[in-house]
């Protein structure tokens, strides 16, 4: 009646026969080697028996769950928080770029741009983006929203905003 029967029990993982005895499962897997440890399954699918079984911190763990996103990226599979964490990049950025279709190799390698890094020319002047967007009234959002929907980047920063139909009317 446990409430988590169903994604262990209920998917037929059980803890082999030697293991109900301490002593064994102690001689297969030794001490925890660190309090950060706890026991892992290789295959995520697979029993709790010694050839299926190794110490991991939650963070190694995190890697091998079931729900995972693979990314396939220069030839190697990894998790998107592998990819993030090898490529130095942010995790939310990447996984919201799959969510909206993007392939492996253009989420991980397509440059990312903040509004403080990306200009805009106004007047002949090259100002920072969000420097411009201050500058005419817009928060960089609505701004990127408006580039989204198909306008330039100066019509985005430029363009004066309008008012919604059927709001304080």
């Not at 026969?17 to 301490?22: L, S, Y």
């Not at 897997?29 to 911190?57: F, V």
Request: proline share 4%; glycine share 8%; charged share 25%.
């Amino acid at each position: 009646n446990h409430k988590n029967y169903n994604i262990y029990g209920g998917r037929g993982i059980t803890v082999c026969d030697r293991w109900r005895v301490f002593e064994n499962f102690l001689a297969d897997m030794g001490t925890r080697p660190s309090p950060k440890c706890s026991i892992d399954r290789i295959d995520t699918n697979g029993n709790y028996e010694p050839s299926n079984c190794r110490w991991a911190t939650t963070g190694e763990q995190s890697n091998n769950r079931s729900n995972n996103r693979i990314v396939v990226v220069c030839g190697e599979s990894m998790t998107i928080k592998q990819a993030c964490d090898k490529y130095n990049l942010p995790y939310r950025t990447i996984e919201v770029r799959l969510l909206r279709g993007w392939t492996d190799s253009d989420a991980i390698f397509t440059p990312i741009v903040t509004p403080k890094m990306r200009t805009v020319e106004i007047d002949g002047k090259s100002l920072a983006f969000a420097d411009a967007c201050r500058m005419f009234g817009i928060s960089t959002a609505a701004a990127f929203a408006r580039i989204k929907a198909g306008a330039s980047e100066y019509d985005a920063v430029t363009k004066p905003l309008t008012k919604r139909r059927g709001l304080n009317s």
